[in-house]
């Protein structure tokens, strides 16, 4: 009877750590199915994102395509225009170089004296000589500030 006595405390024992273990097994397995809940509804968060995130970036491609197509056009213009100005420039210095050899023309026959003594006519010419003189000075200086 001892031993069976001795074999029923050692079940019972047994049986008592059983159910413990089997208690703390199921609390653990709780919090794990509480975690996957709280994982599910993370993954489903993360997803939502992504697809947020994808279609943005999907108009930001857009938006670029747009900006790279209106800089291209803005730089075609620009180019346009600098070949304008710059024929443009061509034609004013030849302008300048015409106005040079008036000026220097005009300066000559100012230079020769006049046998009548037209005074206002003569001065309103060494007077418009001198006026293109400085415009072609100036334009000149113009010119080379804007070459440098």
């Known amino acids: 009877m001892t031993i069976t006595l001795i074999a029923d405390a050692l079940v019972g024992c047994l049986l008592v750590a059983t159910i413990i273990t089997c208690f703390v097994l199921s609390k653990r397995i709780e919090r794990l199915k509480a975690d996957e809940s709280a994982m599910r509804q993370?993954?489903?968060?993360?997803?939502?994102?992504?697809?947020?995130?994808?279609?943005?970036?999907?108009?930001?491609k857009l938006t670029l395509g747009d900006c790279d197509r209106t800089l291209g056009e803005r730089l075609r213009t620009a180019e346009r225009y600098a070949a304008d100005l710059a024929q443009q420039i061509e034609v004013g210095q030849g302008v300048?170089?015409?106005?040079?050899?008036?000026?220097?023309?005009?300066?000559?026959?100012?230079?020769?004296?006049?046998?009548?003594?037209?005074?206002?006519?003569?001065?309103?010419?060494?007077?418009?000589?001198?006026?293109?003189?400085?415009?072609?000075?100036?334009?000149a200086r113009r010119l080379e500030g804007q070459a440098a």
């Open 42 to 60: 993370t993954i489903g968060a993360l997803i939502s994102a992504t697809d947020t995130a994808e279609r943005a970036i999907a108009g930001l």
């Open 96 to 139: 300048m170089e015409r106005i040079g050899q008036i000026v220097s023309a005009a300066s000559m026959v100012a230079a020769k004296p006049a046998p009548e003594p037209e005074k206002p006519v003569l001065s309103r010419m060494a007077s418009a000589a001198d006026a293109a003189a400085a415009i072609r000075a100036r334009a």
